[in-house]
């Protein structure tokens, strides 16, 4: 990614999170490169994931599109009966 100086001073925030998720970003001045923001070497590498290990996933019930018993519904809707 290549900025211009004046952008970097309003968004260096946001370039250092480029940066730690591992890009490179070019400083230019009057369209010049003038410096890089690069990962630092001493920065721990992110882990990566392994496939399968459902590490972070959730679990969906499977009957989450089910549809409502008549009690279930009665209890929502707040009444006490509904007319069969």
């Known amino acids: 990614m290549e900025v ?3 952008y970097a001073k309003a968004n260096l925030p946001e370039l250092l999170k480029a940066v730690q998720n591992g890009e490179t970003v ?3 001045r009057y369209s010049k490169p003038v ?3 690069v990962p630092s070497a001493k920065m721990a590498p992110r882990p990566v994931p392994k496939f399968g290990t459902g590490k972070g996933v959730r679990i969906v019930d499977p009957n989450w599109a089910r549809a409502m018993t008549r009690k279930e519904l009665e209890r929502w809707l707040g009444t006490e009966t509904l007319t069969k």
């Open 35 to 37: 410096a890089d923001l």
């Open 26 to 28: 070019t400083i230019s």
């Open 4 to 6: 211009t100086a004046a």
